[in-house]
């Protein structure tokens, strides 16, 4: 592939700490703009189709966790190429069977705009299904993590949970979490920048099994 054509194409994919790729769409909460966020954490995940088995597990998921989530500062907006009453119906249908009310809106992508501005849709996949795509967006309108699963796996909720818990502490305390952390675990602070500061490092009082690695509690 030309080269020009690769960085064309490449531009058009979101990029983790650049602006998150606007939109006004329509859904099932009347038509929403990404601005209408801003100031808030954002949670924007696609799945492959309305009236699915999966995607009826993952939404009673995202519903069982989006109080947690109010909590944290974070709002969630699905999406699918569905029609508004197509997840309507879904909607009235999962609280009924299920007795869980989906309290976030959902877009109506048929035309893909919004699933072609964030490359939700894998042609090896599906071409005419949206993956199960992830985006954290955070108040400042920046993607800061992206998460893409296949058509047949449910994804882990409590995940994407401990995940925003780990985002917003590395930002109010400019540190860093290890594998696994969960809060009320120590977490990693940056390592030193020259040879001074590492020799200050292994005094500091941080747990430090060497100069590169220390951790402390918050």
Same mark, same amino acid.
């Given at each position: 592939?030309?080269?020009?054509?690769q960085? #064309?194409?490449?531009?058009?994919?979101?990029?983790?700490?650049?602006? /998150?790729?606007?939109?006004?769409?329509?859904?099932?909460?009347?038509?929403?703009?990404?601005?209408?966020?801003?100031?808030s954490?954002?949670?924007?995940?696609?799945?492959?189709?309305?009236?699915?088995? =999966?995607?009826?597990?993952?939404? =009673?998921?995202?519903?069982?966790?989006?109080?947690?989530?109010?909590?944290?500062? =974070?709002?969630?907006?699905?999406?699918?190429?569905?029609?508004?009453?197509?997840?309507?119906?879904? =909607?009235?249908?999962i609280?009924?069977?299920?007795?869980?009310?989906?309290?976030?809106?959902?877009? /109506?992508?048929?035309?893909?705009d919004?699933?072609?501005?964030?490359?939700?849709?894998?042609?090896?996949?599906?071409?005419?299904?949206?993956?199960?795509?992830?985006?954290?967006?955070?108040? #400042?309108?920046?993607?800061? /993590?992206?998460?893409?699963?296949?058509?047949?796996?449910?994804?882990?909720t409590?995940?994407?949970?401990?995940?925003?818990?780990?985002?917003?502490?590395?930002?109010?305390?400019?540190?860093?979490t290890?594998?696994?952390?969960?809060?009320?675990?120590?977490?990693?602070?940056?390592p030193? #920048?020259?040879?001074e500061?590492?020799?200050?490092?292994?005094? /500091?009082?941080?747990?430090?099994?060497?100069?590169?690695?220390?951790?402390?509690?918050?």
């Open positions: 592939m030309d080269t020009a054509i960085e #064309k194409v490449h531009s058009t994919f979101p990029r983790l700490n650049q602006p /998150a790729p606007t939109f006004e769409v329509e859904t099932t909460h009347g038509t929403l703009r990404l601005e209408d966020f801003q100031g954490w954002v949670i924007l995940f696609s799945h492959p189709a309305d009236f699915t088995p =999966v995607c009826t597990t993952e939404f =009673v998921a995202f519903a069982q966790i989006a109080p947690e989530l109010k909590r944290r500062g =974070v709002e969630l907006l699905g999406l699918s190429i569905d029609s508004t009453y197509s997840h309507i119906a879904w =909607v009235r249908n609280e009924k069977n299920f007795d869980v009310k989906i309290p976030f809106p959902i877009i /109506a992508d048929l035309n893909k919004v699933a072609t501005l964030y490359g939700m849709v894998m042609p090896g996949e599906s071409k005419t299904e949206t993956s199960r795509c992830v985006f954290v967006i955070d108040p #400042k309108g920046l993607i800061r /993590a992206m998460i893409y699963y296949p058509l047949t796996t449910g994804r882990n409590q995940e994407i949970l401990r995940l925003i818990d780990a985002l917003q502490t590395s930002d109010k305390h400019s540190v860093a290890p594998a696994n952390w969960k809060p009320g675990e120590k977490v990693i602070v940056p030193p #920048k020259t040879t500061e590492a020799e200050i490092r292994m005094t /500091a009082g941080y747990e430090t099994p060497d100069w590169y690695f220390s951790k402390k509690s918050l």
